[in-house]
């Protein structure tokens, strides 16, 4: 069965700071990949989504992911957050199911 | 003009009561879903309906009962509400259920059991 690990549950940082938040699954086969970000009090948005080709991936607002087949995993990253970026953040997994997996989720604090 | 909009954005509830929540979408996706997000920001999906039809029923009590008259519009039916069905509830949709493009989400229906 699919699954997502996200094992930074929560993220402190001061503004400027390079993030780079972990993300982990299982499944042996083709799968489509998802980082989404819910600032507070709001819905879910898609940050950035990897499917095939380029495995560095480039999203909105200066983030970026990395898909490492061999290590299963998708980790996001950014060089230098700011106060707005405050969130949770949400990475998913697409596979042979028609479900997409969430992990748990990392909340991410920027300090000014 | 709101892409996936949800109703209503609180709903605070008595235990026993038998309440309901719409979705509407404007994008013109075939696949609708409902996700539950507990208070530990933990998202599941709960159903999901492609075209109208029931394709992912998750282990959800039959209390749950969704219902989409059309592509465009997913209900959601809860009966006999419990403590434990307090959470978020969030509406999405996407174009295909294959996950081969993202969900787009509503803003979610804050459900207190009191």
């Known amino acids: 069965a699919q699954s997502v690990s996200q094992h930074n549950h929560h993220v402190i940082l001061s503004e400027a700071a390079s993030l780079e938040l972990g993300c982990n699954y299982s499944y042996g086969g083709t799968v489509n990949l998802f980082w989404y970000v819910q600032y507070p009090g709001q819905h879910l948005q898609l940050l950035l989504k990897y499917f095939s080709g380029d495995p560095l991936v480039k999203g909105i607002k200066g983030f970026e992911a990395e898909f490492i087949k061999s290590k299963f995993s998708f980790n996001l990253r950014k060089p230098s957050v700011q106060w707005s970026d405050t969130a949770e953040y949400f990475c998913a997994v697409g596979g042979a199911t028609n479900k997409l997996i969430f992990g748990t989720g990392t909340l991410l604090a920027v300090q000014p | 003009d709101t892409a996936v909009s949800q109703t209503p954005k609180y709903l605070v509830t008595q235990m026993g009561n038998d309440k309901s929540i719409k979705c509407e979408q404007n994008?013109?996706?075939?696949?609708m879903y409902w996700y539950k997000q507990d208070s530990k920001k933990f998202l599941k999906i709960m159903f999901s309906y492609n075209n109208k039809e029931l394709i992912i029923n998750e282990t959800v009590p039959n209390r749950f009962s969704p219902k989409s008259p059309d592509k465009a519009h997913l209900n959601l039916h809860i009966n006999s509400l419990e403590l434990g069905d307090s959470a978020v509830y969030f509406c999405a949709s996407s174009q295909g259920g294959g996950m081969n493009s993202p969900l787009h989400f509503g803003n979610g229906t804050r459900l207190t059991v009191t």
């Open positions: 994008l013109g996706h075939d696949t």
